[in-house]
Nanobody, 124 residues
């Protein structure tokens, strides 16, 4: 069983940056795709970014493309989300997820292990 723990959230002004981390323990982290999703109050969970097991393939939501970067370090069992040029509409709880396979996918049903989430708040 894989366990995921996010960190790095916080309060930042618009235009600022944050780097989220998701540390994994348990089953072989390097075999699975990883993703970040977010959920704002009163809204459904939405896809943010995903990366394949090798790190060679990644996809982003249109709303974050060019501002966010997903990466992974399989030696450290950690996936990261670098968030730049943050906007108030990026405010949400960000959760990392481990995929059922190694292929990067954008749908939440492709992921079967989830972290607890970390709050990101962007003030205007």
């Amino acid at each position: 069983q894989l366990q995921l723990v996010e960190s790095g959230g916080g309060l930042v002004q618009a235009g600022g940056s944050l780097r989220l981390s998701c540390a994994a323990s348990g089953r072989t982290f390097s075999s699975y795709a990883m993703a970040w999703f977010r959920q704002a109050p009163g809204k459904e969970r939405e896809f943010v970014a995903t990366i394949s097991w090798t790190g060679s393939t990644s996809y982003y939501a249109d709303s974050v493309k060019g501002r966010f970067t997903i990466s992974r370090d399989n030696a450290k069992n950690t996936v990261y989300l670098q968030m730049n040029s943050l906007k108030p509409e990026d405010t949400a709880v960000y959760s990392c997820a481990a995929g059922r396979t190694g292929w990067a996918r954008v749908n939440s049903y492709e992921y079967n292990t989830w972290g607890q989430g970390t709050q990101v708040t962007v003030s205007s």
